[in-house]
Structures are given as C-alpha cells and as structure tokens.
C-alpha cells in the first residue's frame, strides 16, 4: 500500500475523551482542600512528643551521679561574704561552687516593686557564716583567679541553704535543692528575676563558665528543663 492510501479508523463516538480527576494535577478545581484541622492536630501531637522526650532526657540525666572533683586543698577559719556567691577566707577569695547568686546592684521584680536582691544575696550569705567557722574544700580556680570550693559552716551547706532559701540559683549542683526553692516560691521565686549568668550578659560583663567540666553536663539538663517549661507554658497559654 502506497503512504498516500493509507486509511484510518476512529474508535468510538467522536467526541474528545474526558481526562480523569485522578491523573489531572495542577489543574484548576482539581487539587482537594488542604485539612487544616488534621494539620493543626499533627503540630500539637508534635509538641507535646517534643516536651516529652525533652522531660524523659532531663529526668534520665538527673539520675546520675554527678562526677567527683579533685581536691586540692582546704581552708578553715572566720570568713566575710563578698557577694552572694563569694567570700573572703584567711585572705583569700572563695567562689561557692555550683550555686550563682544576683549581683551586687541587680534588682528582682517582687509584688510589683523592685528589690535589691543581689545585696539581700549577701546578707543572706553572711547571715550563714557569721560567728562561726567555715571550712572550705578546694578544687581548683575559676578565670579570675578565685579559689573554687564547697564551704561548710555551722555543719551545713552554705551552696545548699542559698539555694533552699531562694538566694542563689543552681549553676552545675543543686538542682533539687532549686526545684524545692521553686515550687514553695522561696527568695528569688517569690516574684520574677533574671539569672545571674543571664543579667551579666545584659550588662555586658564577662560570661561565667561552668566551674568544673563535668558542670557542663549539669547546665544542659537544666537548660533542657528550662525549654520544657517554656514549650509547657505556651501550650497551656495557647
């Protein structure tokens, strides 16, 4: 057969075949309505799974043991309180380990007045060691050259009692001694503050670095707890 005597055969009505709904993308009226309620529902569950594996690795890491500092000498004596956080014993400065007390001239925010809650942080401290002996356990120094230590006057705890008292926060130990502070609104707890680490970032001062190495595993659990309070907070606010 020659090409020009070709014939062809139309199958069916004539009429040109209607595309189905299924293979028709990106046309106009044929893309189905996004369910925004299924999504909204899918973030909230995200959330709250976020929250719980934050609150599962803060309680996990809270249960270790924290590691053992070596010591490297003690000091024992009559001591007079520099800040909230630091005294002077046998001429020598002593910065308390693992607790951070507000600075001298930083104020808190309490029944809608300010206070002066870094000298109260002093009075506190000097309240614990006056008229007593305070041993001090030594581990080393911090960047500005203070000795670095666990105190003990009167047989307790200073870091501890600051941190009860709501006059120090945590910074790498006593985090269940903060918690207690916390929740029954003690010292700092009673009305709004900022951190001290936080509020000398805002003055410009130098940082604080962790005390010890093994500060830094400790300030991360509490940062974690910090941001499932936050997510917390705006979930019930939402």
Known sequence: MKPGQRKFRIVGSGR?????????FGRPGTTPPRND????????IGGWMFLLLLSLGAYVASRLPPPEAAVTGE????AVASDGDSLRLNGRRVRIEGID?????????????????G???????????DGTTTRCR????????????LCEAGGRDVGR?????????????????????????????????VRPQEWRRSQGRAEEAPHRVGDWFELIVQWLEDQAWK?????VGA
């Open 231 to 235: 997510i917390a907070k705006e979930f």
């Open 138 to 149: 030594l581990h080393g120094h911090d960047r500005y050259g203070r000795e670095l230590g």
């Open 75 to 78: 000091l024992r004596g009559v």
């Open 161 to 193: 009692e600051m941190v009860l008292s709501g006059h120090a926060v945590s910074y790498g130990l006593y985090r269940e001694e903060e918690a207690l502070a916390r929740d029954s609104g003690a010292g700092l707890w009673a009305g709004d503050f």
């Open 101 to 117: 007390a507000p600075e001298i001239g930083q104020t808190c925010q309490r029944g809608g007045a300010g206070w002066s809650c």
């Open 16 to 24: 040109p075949a209607q595309a189905s709904r299924r293979f028709a």
């Open 119 to 129: 000298a109260e942080a002093q009075q506190r401290l000097e309240g614990l060691i």
């Open 37 to 44: 309620g299924r999504q909204g529902r899918g973030s909230l």
